[in-house]
């Protein structure tokens, strides 16, 4: 069984930082591109980072210059760094993988508030 575990979400204060990692198990896994989805009450669910095996990133608009998306290849893992958080950043955070045989598989999802 393919799965995507997600960890590191949580309550942080405005300014401050959080680190999410995403690690992939399973047989057959081939991973191309992975990265991050959030949603926030009552929005749709947007892109915030993707990276390729070859390590190419983007990042949307709103976090250039204060996320930090990175993989680890040898451990299927990808993490993303969160700084200089804002109220706005708060949802819930979906790691996803790109695999040969499986397709787009999806992480369960960490919460992510950012509060005073």
């Known amino acids: 069984q393919v799965q995507l575990v997600e960890s590191g979400g949580g309550l942080v204060q405005p300014g401050g930082s959080l680190r999410l990692s995403c690690a992939a198990s399973g047989s057959y896994l081939s991973l191309n591109a992975m990265g991050w989805y959030r949603q926030a009450a009552g929005k749709e669910r947007e892109l915030v980072a993707l990276?390729?095996?070859?390590?190419?990133?983007n990042y949307a608009d709103s976090v250039k210059g204060r996320f930090t998306i990175s993989r680890d290849n040898a451990k299927n893992t990808v993490y993303l760094q969160m700084n200089s958080l804002k109220p706005e950043d708060t949802a819930v955070y979906y790691c996803?993988?790109?695999?040969?045989?499986?397709?787009?598989?999806w992480g369960q999802g960490t919460h992510v508030t950012v509060s005073s």
């Open positions: 996803f993988a790109d695999t040969r045989m499986y397709g787009r598989i």
């Open positions: 990276i390729t095996r070859s390590d190419s990133t």
